[in-house]
């Protein structure tokens, strides 16, 4: 089973740029879509952005599009989330997982999950 561990979270001031890192064992990502999501204390833990296996295709929610870049390296069984021109609402603890599709973030591991790293945005 995919195992990871996400690094890089931080406070940022609004406005600023942040990048976190998921590091991933047990297996090798290139066979899997792969996705970022993001949980706070007001809402369920939701899908942020996805790569597909090879890295051809992107995408992202409404919230975070042309501010946020989701890339992968497969040779280094790392995924990243490059975080721009941040907002207090991109606020939350972030997670990666394999996903079965993208365009559901379906987890292809059900119920397993990192620790997360914690982005906070100060106004």
């Known amino acids: 089973q995919l195992e990871v561990v996400e690094s890089g979270g931080g406070l940022v001031q609004a406005g600023g740029s942040l990048t976190v890192s998921c590091t991933a064992s047990?297996?090798?990502?290139?066979?899997?879509?792969m996705a970022w999501f993001r949980q706070t204390s007001e809402k369920e833990r939701e899908g942020v952005s996805c790569i597909s296996w090879g890295g051809a295709t992107t995408y992202y929610a409404d919230s975070v599009e042309g501010r946020f870049t989701i890339s992968r390296d497969n040779a280094k069984n790392m995924l990243y989330l490059q975080m721009d021109s941040l907002k207090p609402e991109d606020s939350g603890m972030y997670y990666c997982?394999?996903?079965?599709?993208?365009?559901?973030?379906?987890?292809?591991?059900?119920?397993?999950w990192g620790k997360g790293t914690l982005v906070t945005i100060s106004p």
């Open positions: 997982a394999a996903v079965v599709d993208c365009w559901d973030y379906r987890p292809y591991y059900k119920g397993h």
């Open positions: 047990g297996s090798t990502i290139d066979r899997y879509s």
